[in-house]
């Protein structure tokens, strides 16, 4: 069993997986996954051994107390448990058991905004001269008496709910039930941080950052302007541009702040939620005189722009690959993934043509091909897809104004099993079909899962693949290539096929081996200078002398 040891930015080369909590592992029968159930499923995520996953490091999805409007993301106490979950106890317990497999923990920080139900809001609501009123944005209706802005919530409708016992409005980025924090209140930047304190004292590795680009607004509040290429039809949150509310200049000294605290507490990591442009992202590093997020999210491999998923097309790829490489700052790295809690998965959004688990194989290695910290959402790891959710069993509330997203937080399916090895209950969502589920796949060497288990366990292996630098490669509208390099380590390129039919990467060296393909039948063939990568297929190819 590995042992947690200290080893400065070893985010550097982690394999990072995210836990949706409720969905990972049920333990007491209720139907909903909690604490004691991932510490009963960690062997599985490492034991020291390739016959797990190799994870370094694991995010969990918020586990604070909450009434659960948005499923935790309406946080009424930072510095507990909700008891859906467990206890502080049971957390503690969890961080011990990762850190003896040599596993780090990261945790779901929401600084924008709390829960309605949160004792700070209780006390801001009451009065306009209660001390906390300040510490939520309010103001006055206009003379009409609508709301202050144009804003619009993110699941749709106004950004402001008006509050009968006080007369005024209170912003919220999201569900009414979510107010916005008042970031330029002094009180509020001292209190949330003690937040992040309470935790690192407890030992946990770091947060994921959660909206971090939304928690300073334009302080005048300005109306934001119309999106001239919104429609009738689209969705009502794109109907005007992000100016004054979203990636707000002010934003980024804040979380130059917010590092601060981080840094207070050795081998900490900030992954921050963020979207925009590659500049607009690679803003969040800061420099390193005055160092912001350790590692921001790029989003771009599931969508760029709006809610359409990006086709799984080789120049669309090769775009992305190069701004990311253009953009982010030198002294830190990209933050990729395909999948997450608020998007369809990577299958259900590549399978119009039913070949969307083909497709996954070989973005398991593009995704840890790159130069990048990886983050795999539980479940991708054996190609879960969508499920299609009734209209009586779905749960999440964005489903009256946006997209739901209950298809994509559905059980994790350990087995054919009614209960999937997920619970003995009734499950808070309904499972998917039997297939696929981790049993079927385990020890079958042309699993999906085995090529995941594969994948991560050669990349720590290669330390090429690891910390190398990134120089792509001639490519076509087939193929995206690239080549990673470390001085003193043989050089290992990465070729995807993102096309129906074979198609041939040229290598940047004269002699290689297949190290890892999506048909394994081609591991270990030799390679002089060029490869043929099987239809929707990829391969690693390391250097050879000789």
């Known amino acids: 069993m590995t042992v947690l040891r200290s080893s400065g930015e070893w985010w550097r080369e982690a394999v990072c997986y995210q836990i949706y909590p409720r969905s990972f592992q049920d333990s007491n029968g209720d139907g909903i996954g909690d604490l004691e159930g991932i510490i009963r499923r960690l062997d599985y995520l490492n034991d ?4 797990s996953l190799g994870i370094d490091a694991i995010w969990l999805s918020p586990t604070y107390p909450s009434p659960m409007a948005d499923f935790g993301y309406d946080v009424a106490d930072y510095c507990d448990v909700h008891p859906d979950f467990g206890t502080l106890e049971t957390m503690d317990r969890l961080i011990r058991a990762c850190h003896q497999r040599g596993i780090r923990v990261l945790l779901d920080w929401v600084p924008n905004h709390t829960s309605d139900q949160h004792p700070w809001f209780l ?53 009414a039930e979510q107010p916005d924090l008042n970031w330029r209140n002094p009180e509020v930047e001292r209190a949330m941080f003690d937040t992040l304190r309470f935790w690192f004292e407890r ?55 917010i590092r601060r605290v981080f840094d207070e507490f050795p081998d900490r990591v900030a992954v921050g939620e ?69 998007r369809s998965r990577f299958v259900s959004r590549h399978d119009a043509d039913g070949r969307g688990r083909e497709r996954a194989r070989a973005a398991v290695l593009l995704l840890l091909g790159l130069r990048n910290t990886p983050f795999i959402y539980y479940g991708e790891e054996i190609g879960m897809a969508d499920v299609e959710i009734p209209p009586e069993r779905q749960r999440d509330p964005a489903r ?15 087995d054919a099993s009614p209960g999937r090895g997920f619970t003995t209950g009734e499950p808070w969502l309904p499972f998917g079909p039997e297939s696929p589920n981790v049993a079927e796949q385990d020890g079958d060497p042309d699993s999906l899962l085995e090529l995941y288990r594969r994948a991560i366990w050669l ?88």
């Open 203 to 257: 030992g946990v590795d770091g947060f994921r950052i959660d909206v971090v680009g939304r928690i300073l607004k334009h302080p005048e509040l300005p109306d934001n302007p119309p999106n001239p290429e919104w429609r009738p039809g689209d969705r009502e949150r794109f109907s005007q541009l992000w100016v004054y509310n979203h990636n707000y200049s002010d934003v980024y000294a804040e979380v130059r702040r």
């Open 123 to 175: 006390e801001s609501r009451s009065s306009r001269d209660n001390p906390k009123r300040n510490w939520y944005v309010w103001r006055d209706p206009k003379p009409d008496g609508s709301p202050p802005n144009n804003w619009r919530s993110v699941f749709g409708g106004p950004a402001w709910t008006f509050d009968e016992v006080t007369g005024q409005y209170y912003l919220h980025s999201f569900l």
């Open 400 to 414: 009256f104004r946006a997209i739901g997203r209950d298809p994509a937080r559905t059980p994790m399916q350990w």
């Open 48 to 51: 020291g051994t390739p016959r």
């Open 459 to 546: 990349r720590k292996e290669l330390s090429s693949v690891r910390r190398g630098k990134l120089s792509a490669l001639s490519s076509d509208d087939s193929v995206v290539s690239w080549c990673r390099s470390e001085e003193g380590t043989p050089a290992v390129a990465v070729a995807i096929n993102t096309s129906a039919e074979p198609a041939i990467a040229k290598l940047p060296f004269t002699r290689g081996r297949v190290v890892l393909c999506t048909n394994r039948a081609m591991e270990g063939l030799l390679a002089s200078g060029s490869v043929e990568l099987p239809p929707l297929g990829a391969v690693w190819a390391i250097e050879t002398e000789g």
């Open 274 to 342: 963020v979207f925009g442009t590659p500049d607009e992202i690679a803003r969040y590093y800061g420099d390193p005189q005055e160092p912001g997020l350790h590692l921001a999210f790029n989003f771009h491999f599931i969508h760029e722009r709006g809610h359409e998923p990006t086709p799984w097309h080789a120049p669309v790829l090769r775009r992305i690959i190069a701004n990311a490489e253009r953009s982010v700052p030198e002294f830190s790295q990209p933050c990729f993934a395909l999948n997450n809690h608020d």
